[in-house]
C-alpha cells in the first residue's frame, strides 16, 4: 500500500518540478549558497540562483518578470536583520517585499509562492533546508497559474 | 456653495489686482454643468473663473509644470488637495515659492457618472441644494441624494483641516462640515476577508476592463515621474497595451506600488478611470499594511516626513506576516 | 421585416451563435463591451455606448501579425493571425455603424490592411437603432440617422419586441439562418418610435454644432489658432479619449520576447502620447499642444479633406464623458468653429 | 478558604497586562514600598512568583489586602513591570471567586474611627468586595 | 553585438563528475553573442588562463563567460587574466557550476541540464555589460579627530605617529575630556591625571598635532579623502599667542561666583579662568555671562593686569575651513544628570551626588582638596550609600535602555578608596547586578568586598529622605527579602553614560548614523567596529558606546590605524559597480537620497538637454567615490533614473529570462 502511495507521488512530481529564482545577496545568502555546495548539501536544481549585491537591489519588477517567464516561486535571500553589509539594506528589502507580498496575496496569488528568507554565509544547512522547503511548498503549490505570461509558455 | 463663490472671485480678483500672483489655475464651465476644465486665467479674463459641485478634480499636479513658470500662481487648493501638494513639494516637484495656495473650503465634491448610474441620462442641468441634487434632463427631472453621488474620496474625506496654505478663503474651524467619513478600509477587508481564489476573480474581473489608457497614471499627482517606466523603451517593461492579463496584472501593481507610501488616497485614479475599475482599492491596501506594519502614515501631512518605505525599524515585521495574515488561502 | 419578442430574444441570441461567434453588448464586472455570447451572459441591449467602439472587434486592441522562433542562430517566421473565423456583431449603434466606413477609409485603402480586410469580410453587422439618446450624443452633426444606422442587419426595439430588418446580402443570408425563431411583421410600430426618436433628438443640446469652417480653405488659419494653447494647457496626456473613440486608428507595431521567440503585434497608439511616432531623430510634436492640436485637426481638418468630406468623428459623445478633464472635440468644434477674435 | 479554580500565570498577566519577564530583579518596587512590614509577599515576589506559576500562595496571602495601591511600585520600576497591577490582579481573581468577598458590611461597624475619611470606607468597601 | 568567449572548467572532476562540461559548451554556441565555447581541466591554472588570454586575443572577444567555482573563489583571478588580454575587467560574467551546481546534484543530467541554464544566464546578463572603469580620487594626507578627550587625543598620537597631520576640534577650553575629572582609574588606582597629562603634552608639543580649542565643527562637506571642514573657533578674548599662562588675571578677577565646571559646581571659580592647572592649551577664556567688562563695559582689570597685553575684548569667532582625508569622531560622553529621579533627593539634597561629583571630591585638586567633605556642613560622613544603575537599563521615560558598562567598577573603586583613606567610614552599596568582565576587574570587586569590607547588598533604593540633616536611606534587600532603612551621611548615585549631545547634529554633518540612543553606528557590529557606515568617518571611544579607559584607548588605536590605512594609499579607487543617475529620467524627489546609508547622492541643479530642450533641473547625482553599490535606491526611484553599473536593471531582468525560459 505505502509502495503504491510514494509511486503515485513520484509520477506527480515528474509530471510538475516547479522552476524556482533565488535572489541571493553576494555578502551573506549567496556565500551561504557556496557552503552549502562545499558541504555537499544538496537541494532540487530547478532552484536557480541570481547573485545580487544586497537584498535591497531586488525590485519588485524583477519578481514579477520571473513570474511572467514561467517562475513557480521565488525567493529572496539576505544577510539577517542587523547584519546588512550595507548596514541597512536589509531593513528597505524587508518592508518592500512584506509590501508586496501583501499585495500578490490581496490579488488572490497564491500565499507562499513568493519567501524571504536571512541566511548568514555561515548558514549553508539553513540554505538547502531552506531551499528544499520552499521547492516542496511550490510543488504543493502547483504550477504558476495565476500570474504567468501566457505568450511565453513553450 | 453660491455664497463661496462670491467670496472666491472677490478673494481671487483682489489677490490678482494686488500682485500676491499674476495667474490663476482655476475652472471654466462647460457644455454641461458637469464638465469642467482646469484653466489658467489672468486678471483680464477672471470672469471666465467658474467654480460648483463638480470642480472635484486635485489640480496639485498642475503645479509642478506651473511652478515652472515665471511669476506666482495662485492655486485652489481643498483640504484633500492640500496633502498631494505637501507630498509634491517634499519631493521637490513643486516650488513652493512659486505657488500661493488659497485653501478653500468644501463640503463634499459630486462624481456625474454615480449619478448616471442611478439610471439618470440625457443631463441637462444640476442643481445642487445641499441635501439633494435636481437634474434636468432630456427624459424628465430627477432628484437624487447628494450623498449618494458624492465622489469616492469624499466619502472617506479626511477632514476640513488645511494641510498647507498661504491664505484661507475661510478658517478651517469655520468651514462647512465635511460628509461623514466612512470607513476607508471598509471595502478592503471585504477583499481580505474573501477566499484567495474569489479576490483572484475579483481583480481578474476588474483588471482586465483595463485598456491601458493610462489616464489613472497621468492624472495621479504623486505618479509624476517625467518618463515612466512603462513608457520607456530602455526599462524592459515598457508597453502601450495589455497584451496579456500578466500585463494588466504588473501595470497595476508597479503603479500602485511605486506610489506607496506616497500616496495621499485623493482617489483621482479611479476616478478617471474609463472602466470604473476601483484602483483606489489598489492603493488603499497599501497604506492600510503600511498603517499596520510600520504605524499610521498619512503622505502629505506634512512636507518633510521621511516616507514609510524609505524608513524602517529593526522590529519591523518580516514578509512571512503575509502568510498569517489576510483571508484564507 | 421580421419581430421576436423580447422575453423570447435568447432564442435569437442562441441563434445566432449556433455557427459563429456573436459579440453582443455584455456587462461584466460593472462595465459594457462587445463579448462573445454566452448563455448566462448579462446582455445589455439597453446600453446606448460599450466603452470601447465596435472598432474593436475589427481593429483590436492588441493583435498579433506574426511569431518569429529562433532556433540557434536561425529565425523562422510564422504567420500569427487569427482573423479567418465568421462572427457577427449586434448591436451596433449608427455611430459606431459609421465608424466602419470611416476605418474601412483608411484600412482597405492600398495597400490593403490584410488583417483588417479579412475581419471586414468575415463579419456580420446587426446594427441597432436609437431610442433614448443622451446628452454626449451629436451624430447627426455628421449626417448620422441614429434611427437608421448602416449594417447588413437593422433590429429597432420598442418596449416588447425587437424589430429585425436585413439590409445587405450578408444580411439577407444570416436572417436565413435565424428565420426559424422570427416571424413577419410590419413596420408599423418601427415608424412610431422613428418618429418618438426624432422628436427626443430635436432636443440634443449639441445637435447645432457647426462644421462649416473645417475646410481646406481655413487649414492654416484654425492650425495657426493661438486659442489651442488653452484648449491643450490642461490635457493629461493620456490615451481615453483615442481608445473609447471609434475612429482612431492609429497603431503602434511591437515585438516581445517570449523567450523563445519573438511576436510581433500592433496595438492602438495614442496621438496623445509623448512618444506616438517617435523616430530616430526624436518626436516630430514635442509638445502636448502640437499633439493635441494634430488629434482634432486630423479628424475634422485633414481626414475630411482626404476622403471626400468625410469627417472621422461620429458624434458618439464617448470622449464627452471619458475625458478625465472634460476637454473634447465638441468643445474644439465650438471654438475653432468660429474664427479667432471674433 | 477554597479556591475552586486554577489560577495560571498567563491569567493573571492577561487580566492585568503586565509581563513579568520584564523584570530585571532589582528590587526597587520592595525598596519602595510603604506597606512593605505589612505584607507576607512583598511587590518583587509576587511579580518573581507569578512568573514561576506559584500564584496561590499570593491568593491566599494578606498582601493583597494590605497593598495600597498606592502606585510607588507603578512609578518606581525601571522596567516599567507595574508590580502593584499583579497584587490587582490577584486581588480580582480572588474576589472573583464566590464567597471570596474579603469585607463584609457587617464588619464595617467595628472598624469605624473617627480619623478614618468616609471616602476611604467606601473605596475600600468597593476594592474588597465583589 | 558583444563576441563572447565560454569557457567551461572540469576542476578535475569537481565539477566534470555531475556536469557533462563539453555538453555546456556545446549548448551556449547557439547563444546570441557567442563566438566561441570550449572547456578545459583547471581554468585557474596557468595553463587555463593563458587558453583565455589568448583565445580573446585569437577571436577578438569583447567579452569573457567563466562556467567554474563561486565568483567569490576566482572572479578576482579572471578578471585579472582578461585584463591582462586588453579586456575590461567587467566585461566578465561568471557561472557558477561548482558549488550551486556539481557539488550539490549526484544526478548528471540534472547537473548538466541546470550547468547550461547558469551559463546561458550569465551570457544573457554580458550581452548587456559595458566596460566601467574604476574612479581615482585623491586623498588629502590630513584627518580630523573630533573631541579632544582621551580617546581623540589617542588616535590623535597614534596618527602623528605614523606621520601625517592631525587637528583636534574640541569645544572646551581645553583638551583631556573627562579623564581630567577622574581622579584614581580602576583596576590598578593608579592617578588619571598623572597618566593622561603626559598625552595631553605630547600631544601639544607634536609637531603633526594641530589643536583647535574652544571650537566646535561647524560644516563638513565632500567625502572620503576630501573632506571639507569648518572649523568655528569660539573667542576665548585672550589671544593664546601672547598669553603666558600666568595666571594673574584669575587673581585679580573681581567675579567670583561663577560655579566651576571643572569641578562639578562644587566651588567657584572667576569669569577669566583656566579650567585646571594642567590645561592644554594653558590660555585662560572668559566667561562673558559673568564677566563685569561685558555685562556692564567697566571693569577691564584683567587687561590692565596682563603684563602680556594678551587680553582682547575685541576678538570674533573665527571660521576656519581646511581639507582633511579622514575624519574620527571621538565626542564622547556626559553623565547623566539625575533631575527626574526624586526619589534620590538629588534637587533637593546637596549630600546626594553623582558619582563624578564624588571623584571631585575625593580628588587632590579638587573643591576639598581631596579630604572627602559633605557638601552641606562640610563635615565628614561616616555612613556613605552607593546606588548604581541610574538611569541605565530602565524601560521609562527617564532611562536609558542599556547598561553603562562602567559604573559597577569605579562604583567599587570609590568604595575602595573611600575605606583606605577613611576606615571608620560604613559604606554600603545597593546594585542589582555586579558586572566586572574585564581582565583583574572581578578581582578588584572582591577585594573591595572581602578586604575592604563594603557591604554590598542586592536590592535596589525605593527613596531617600533629609531628615534633620541626615538622610535615611530606604532599601531592600532582596536576598534576605527584606526592606531597611539606613542612616546615611552621603548618597552616591552611579549615573548612567550619556552620548554627548552634540552627537546628533554631528551624524548629520557627516552623513554617518546614530541609534536610538544617539550612539554613533559602526559600520559593522562585529567586522568594522571602529568605522562608521559612511566612509572615511571613523568612530573613536565612548561616541560609539560606552567603554571604560583602556576600551577607549585600544579603540582609539584602532581607529587610528584604519585612518592611517587610508591617509598612507595616494589614490582611492573605487568600486565601479556603483549607482548611476540617468539625469534625463531622474525627477529630483529625493526619495533615493532617503535610503542612501552612505550620503553617497547630491542633488545639483544642472542643465540637461532632453531631446532638444534644454533646461535647469534638479537632479540626483551619485558620488562614485563615496557608493558602495548595494543598489538600494535604485529600487526605491519610481522612474528607474537610478540604475547599478554591473547590476543594472536589464542584466538582472536578463539573468532571470534566461533562467525561466
Request: contains cysteine.
Amino acid at each position: 500500500m505505502q509502495v503504491n502511495e510514494t509511486n503515485t507521488v513520484n509520477t506527480e512530481e515528474k509530471e510538475f518540478t516547479p522552476l524556482i529564482v533565488a535572489f541571493c545577496c553576494n555578502w551573506c545568502s549567496y556565500a551561504g549558497a557556496d557552503l552549502a555546495g562545499s558541504s555537499r548539501l544538496s537541494y532540487p536544481a530547478n532552484v536557480k540562483i541570481i547573485r545580487v549585491p544586497c537584498s535591497c537591489r531586488v525590485n519588485p519588477l524583477f519578481i514579477l518578470r520571473a513570474f511572467q517567464r514561467g517562475a513557480d516561486g521565488v525567493i529572496l535571500c539576505g544577510c539577517h536583520p542587523g547584519d546588512c553589509h550595507y548596514s541597512t539594506g536589509n531593513y528597505y528589502a524587508r518592508r518592500r517585499m512584506t509590501l508586496l507580498f501583501s499585495m500578490l496575496d490581496y490579488l488572490g496569488i497564491e500565499k507562499g509562492r513568493t519567501r524571504v528568507e536571512w541566511v548568514s554565509a555561515a548558514e549553508g544547512a539553513k540554505f538547502s533546508a531552506t531551499m528544499n522547503d520552499f521547492a516542496a511548498t511550490i510543488h504543493k503549490l502547483g504550477p504558476n497559474r495565476k500570474l504567468r505570461d501566457l505568450r511565453c509558455e513553450k | 456653495m453660491r455664497e463661496i463663490n462670491e467670496m472666491l472671485k472677490k478673494k481671487v480678483s483682489e489677490l490678482l489686482e494686488n500682485g500676491t500672483a499674476d495667474r490663476i489655475i482655476g475652472w471654466q464651465a462647460g457644455e454641461f454643468c458637469y464638465d469642467v476644465t482646469p484653466a489658467v486665467m489672468r486678471k483680464d479674463n477672471l470672469d471666465e473663473l467658474f467654480y460648483n459641485g463638480f470642480c472635484g478634480a486635485n489640480q496639485s499636479k498642475y503645479l509642478i509644470q506651473e511652478s515652472l513658470e515665471e511669476g506666482k500662481v495662485l492655486a485652489l487648493l481643498k483640504p484633500c488637495d492640500t496633502y498631494s501638494f505637501n507630498q509634491l513639494v517634499k519631493e521637490h516637484r513643486v516650488n513652493r515659492e512659486k505657488v500661493y495656495a488659497l485653501g478653500i473650503p468644501c463640503s463634499g465634491m459630486l462624481d456625474v457618472d454615480k449619478i448616471k448610474a442611478l439610471g439618470i441620462t440625457g443631463i441637462l442641468s444640476i442643481e445642487d441644494n445641499g441635501e439633494e441634487i435636481k437634474v434636468a434632463t432630456m427624459y424628465g427631472d430627477k432628484t437624487c441624494k447628494r450623498t449618494e453621488v458624492l465622489q469616492e474620496r469624499c466619502k472617506v474625506c479626511k477632514g476640513k483641516e488645511h494641510k498647507a496654505y498661504d491664505e484661507l478663503l475661510i478658517p478651517d474651524e469655520d468651514a462647512p462640515e465635511v460628509p461623514n467619513g466612512e470607513d476607508r478600509f471598509e471595502l478592503v477587508n471585504k477583499l481580505e476577508a474573501m477566499t484567495s481564489q474569489e479576490r483572484f476573480d475579483f481583480w481578474r474581473g476588474e483588471l482586465s476592463k483595463c485598456i491601458r489608457c493610462n489616464a489613472c497614471r497621468n492624472v495621479c499627482p504623486a505618479c509624476s515621474c517625467r518618463t515612466c517606466v512603462f513608457d520607456n523603451d530602455n526599462s524592459g517593461v515598457a508597453a502601450k497595451s495589455n497584451a496579456d492579463d500578466f500585463e494588466e496584472n504588473m501595470f497595476h501593481i508597479i503603479r500602485a506600488f511605486h506610489v506607496a507610501g506616497r500616496c495621499t488616497d485623493c482617489g483621482e485614479c479611479s476616478r478617471v478611470c474609463p472602466q470604473h475599475i476601483p484602483l483606489h482599492l489598489l492603493n488603499r491596501k497599501f497604506i492600510k499594511d503600511i498603517d499596520e506594519f510600520y504605524g499610521e502614515f498619512q503622505a502629505g501631512e506634512d512636507d518633510t516626513a521621511k516616507g514609510p518605505l524609505t524608513a524602517y525599524t529593526e522590529g519591523d515585521c518580516e514578509p512571512s506576516i503575509v502568510m498569517e495574515k489576510g483571508g484564507e488561502a | 421585416m421580421f419581430k421576436i419578442a423580447l422575453d423570447k430574444i435568447d432564442e435569437l441570441f442562441a441563434a445566432l451563435s449556433g455557427n459563429e461567434t456573436l459579440y453582443l453588448p455584455i456587462e461584466k464586472s460593472g462595465e459594457i463591451e462587445f463579448y462573445p455570447y454566452e448563455k448566462d451572459a448579462k446582455v445589455r441591449l439597453d446600453a446606448l455606448h460599450t466603452v470601447k467602439s465596435a472598432k474593436d472587434l475589427f481593429f483590436p486592441q492588441t493583435e498579433n501579425l506574426m511569431n518569429m522562433k529562433l532556433d540557434g542562430k536561425n529565425i523562422q517566421i510564422e504567420e500569427g493571425r487569427h482573423v479567418e473565423d465568421p462572427f457577427v456583431l449586434f448591436g451596433v449603434r449608427a455611430c459606431d455603424a459609421r465608424s466602419f466606413d470611416v476605418l474601412d477609409k483608411v484600412f482597405l485603402a492600398d495597400p490593403v490592411d490584410s488583417y483588417y480586410a479579412a475581419r471586414r469580410e468575415h463579419g456580420v453587422i446587426v446594427s441597432m437603432a436609437c431610442s433614448r439618446p443622451e446628452e454626449t450624443c451629436f451624430c447627426n452633426v455628421f449626417g448620422i440617422d441614429a434611427t437608421m444606422p448602416e449594417g447588413d442587419v437593422v433590429v429597432w426595439l420598442d418596449t416588447d419586441h425587437l424589430y429585425w430588418e436585413a439590409k445587405t446580402e450578408k444580411g439577407e443570408a444570416l436572417t436565413k439562418t435565424v428565420e426559424s425563431v422570427l416571424t413577419d411583421s410590419d413596420s408599423k410600430a418601427v415608424e412610431a418610435q422613428i418618429a418618438a426618436t426624432k422628436e427626443i433628438m430635436d432636443k440634443l443640446p449639441l445637435k447645432d454644432l457647426d462644421l462649416t469652417r473645417f475646410t481646406e480653405d481655413e487649414m492654416m488659419n484654425i492650425f495657426n489658432d493661438s486659442r489651442w494653447a488653452e484648449m491643450s494647457e490642461h490635457c493629461l496626456g493620456c490615451g481615453t479619449c483615442t481608445f473609447v473613440c471609434p475612429t482612431c486608428q492609429c497603431y503602434d507595431i511591437r515585438d516581445y520576447d517570449t523567450g523563445h521567440g519573438v511576436v510581433r503585434y500592433r496595438c492602438w497608439d495614442s496621438c496623445m502620447y509623448r512618444d506616438f511616432t517617435r523616430m530616430a531623430h526624436g518626436n516630430p510634436r514635442k509638445s502636448q499642444l502640437e499633439r493635441f492640436r494634430q488629434r482634432f485637426m486630423h479628424k475634422l481638418v485633414y481626414f475630411p479633406e482626404n476622403n471626400d468630406g468625410m469627417f472621422s468623428c461620429v458624434g458618439c459623445g464617448r470622449c464627452l464623458s471619458k475625458c478625465p478633464i472634460h476637454t473634447n472635440i465638441a468643445k474644439v468644434i465650438k471654438t475653432m468653429g468660429v474664427k479667432e477674435h471674433e | 478558604m477554597s479556591l475552586n479554580t486554577k489560577i495560571d500565570t498567563e491569567t493573571i498577566e492577561r487580566i492585568s497586562g503586565v509581563n513579568t519577564r520584564k523584570c530585571m530583579k532589582c528590587g526597587k518596587c520592595s525598596a519602595t514600598c510603604p506597606a512593605f512590614h505589612e505584607m507576607d509577599f512583598h511587590p518583587h515576589q509576587f511579580v518573581a512568583m507569578v512568573e514561576k506559576g506559584d500564584i496561590e500562595p499570593l491568593m491566599k496571602s494578606k498582601s493583597i489586602w494590605n497593598c495600597l495601591t498606592c502606585f510607588a511600585c507603578v512609578q518606581r520600576c525601571p522596567r516599567d513591570v507595574e508590580p502593584a497591577k499583579l497584587v490587582e490582579a490577584i486581588r480580582q481573581a480572588v474576589i472573583r471567586q464566590a464567597g471570596e468577598n474579603h469585607l463584609k458590611a457587617e464588619q464595617i461597624p467595628e472598624m469605624l474611627d473617627s480619623e478614618l475619611p468616609q471616602q476611604a470606607i467606601v473605596s475600600a468597601f468597593r476594592k474588597y468586595k465583589k | 553585438m558583444q563576441k563572447i568567449g565560454v569557457f567551461v572548467c572540469w576542476c578535475g572532476s569537481n565539477i566534470a563528475a555531475t556536469v557533462d562540461v563539453a555538453a555546456v559548451a556545446e549548448a551556449v554556441k547557439g547563444e546570441p553573442g557567442v563566438v566561441f565555447a570550449t572547456d578545459y581541466q583547471y581554468m585557474c591554472s596557468e595553463g587555463g588562463q593563458s587558453l583565455i588570454k589568448e583565445t580573446i586575443k585569437e577571436q577578438g572577444l569583447t567579452g569573457v563567460v567563466i562556467c567554474s567555482c563561486s565568483p567569490r573563489m576566482h572572479e578576482a583571478t579572471f578578471r585579472k587574466t582578461v585584463e591582462a588580454a586588453g579586456i575590461n575587467p567587467y566585461m566578465l560574467e561568471i557561472a557558477n557550476i561548482r558549488e550551486q551546481c556539481s557539488w550539490i546534484h549526484k544526478n548528471k543530467e540534472e547537473g548538466t541540464e541546470k550547468a547550461i541554464i547558469l551559463a546561458k544566464a550569465a551570457v544573457a546578463k554580458l550581452n548587456l555589460n559595458t566596460p566601467l572603469i574604476a574612479g581615482e580620487s585623491r586623498v588629502v594626507k590630513r584627518a580630523l579627530v573630533i573631541g579632544g578627550g582621551i580617546a581623540g587625543i589617542q588616535t590623535a598620537l597614534d596618527i602623528a605617529e605614523a606621520g601625517y597631520e592631525v587637528d583636534i576640534v574640541e569645544k572646551q577650553p581645553t583638551i583631556g575630556g573627562k579623564m581630567t575629572q577622574i581622579d584614581k582609574t580602576f583596576p590598578t588606582l593608579d592617578c588619571a591625571a598623572c597618566i593622561l597629562t603626559p598625552k595631553m603634552v605630547d600631544a601639544a608639543q607634536s609637531e603633526k598635532i594641530n589643536i583647535y580649542s574652544y571650537s566646535e565643527v561647524e560644516k563638513v562637506s565632500g567625502f572620503v579623502g576630501n573632506f571639507s571642514v569648518t572649523i568655528k573657533k569660539k573667542p576665548r578674548y585672550v589671544n593664546s599667542d601672547l598669553c603666558t599662562g600666568c595666571g594673574a588675571c584669575m587673581e585679580k578677577c573681581p567675579s567670583k561666583k561663577t560655579p566651576n565646571e571643572f569641578n562639578m559646581g562644587l566651588d567657584n571659580r572667576t569669569a577669566i579662568y583656566i579650567p585646571f592647572a594642567q590645561a592644554i592649551p594653558k590660555v585662560p577664556v572668559i566667561d562673558t555671562a559673568a564677566c563685569l567688562h561685558f555685562k556692564t563695559g567697566k571693569c577691564g582689570i584683567c587687561q590692565k593686569t596682563c603684563s602680556a597685553n594678551a587680553i582682547d575684548f575685541d576678538q570674533k569667532e573665527e571660521l576656519i575651513t581646511k581639507e582633511y582625508g579622514a575624519i574620527v569622531v571621538a565626542t564622547g560622553f556626559n553623565p547623566l544628570k539625575p533631575t527626574k529621579f526624586d526619589e534620590y533627593q538629588y534637587n533637593q539634597c546637596a549630600d546626594v551626588v553623582t558619582s563624578l561629583e564624588f571623584e571631585r571630591l575625593m580628588n587632590a585638586a579638587g573643591p576639598t582638596k581631596g579630604v572627602l567633605l559633605r557638601p552641606s556642613d562640610q563635615s565628614h560622613p561616616k555612613k556613605i550609600v552607593f546606588v548604581q544603575c541610574v538611569g541605565s537599563r530602565g524601560q521609562s521615560c527617564r532611562d536609558h535602555s542599556y547598561c553603562s558598562k562602567i559604573c559597577c567598577m569605579y562604583t567599587a573603586k570609590h568604595a575602595m578608596l573611600v575605606r583606605d583613606k577613611y576606615p571608620d567610614t560604613d559604606v554600603t552599596v545597593f546594585y542589582i547586578d555586579v558586572r566586572t568582565p574585564g581582565k583583574n576587574f572581578d578581582e578588584f570587586y572582591r577585594r573591595a568586598v572581602e578586604e575592604y569590607g563594603v557591604h554590598y547588598i542586592k536590592g535596589m533604593v525605593g527613596k531617600v529622605e533629609q531628615v534633620d540633616g541626615s538622610l535615611k536611606v530606604q532599601a531592600s534587600d532582596l536576598l534576605s527579602n527584606d526592606q531597611m532603612v539606613l542612616d546615611a551621611d552621603m548618597v552616591v548615585l552611579a549615573t548612567a553614560v550619556e552620548p554627548d549631545p552634540t552627537a546628533k547634529s554631528l551624524a548629520t554633518m557627516l552623513t554617518a548614523s546614530i541609534d536610538t540612543n544617539n550612539f554613533f553606528t559602526e559600520a559593522h557590529p562585529k567586522l568594522r567596529p571602529v568605522e562608521s557606515p559612511t566612509a572615511g568617518v571613523y568612530l573613536s571611544g565612548v561616541c560609539q558606546g560606552p567603554k571604560d579607559i583602556p576600551e577607549t584607548v585600544a579603540q582609539g588605536s584602532a581607529c587610528a590605524a584604519k585612518v592611517i590605512g587610508l591617509l598612507a594609499k595616494d589614490k582611492l579607487l573605487s568600486n565601479p559597480c556603483v549607482a548611476h543617475s540617468d539625469e534625463l529620467l531622474c525627477n529630483g524627489c529625493s526619495t533615493c537620497a532617503n535610503v542612501c546609508a552612505y550620503g553617497a547622492i547630491d542633488y545639483v541643479d544642472k542643465e540637461v538637454n532632453d531631446h532638444g530642450k534644454r533646461e535647469v533641473r534638479h537632479i540626483a547625482v551619485v558620488n562614485e567615490a563615496v557608493c558602495q553599490g548595494c543598489g538600494a535606491c535604485t529600487v526605491t526611484c519610481p522612474s528607474g533614473a537610478m540604475d547599478l553599473k554591473g547590476f543594472a536593471n536589464r542584466q538582472i531582468m536578463a539573468e532571470v529570462d534566461a533562467i525561466c525560459k
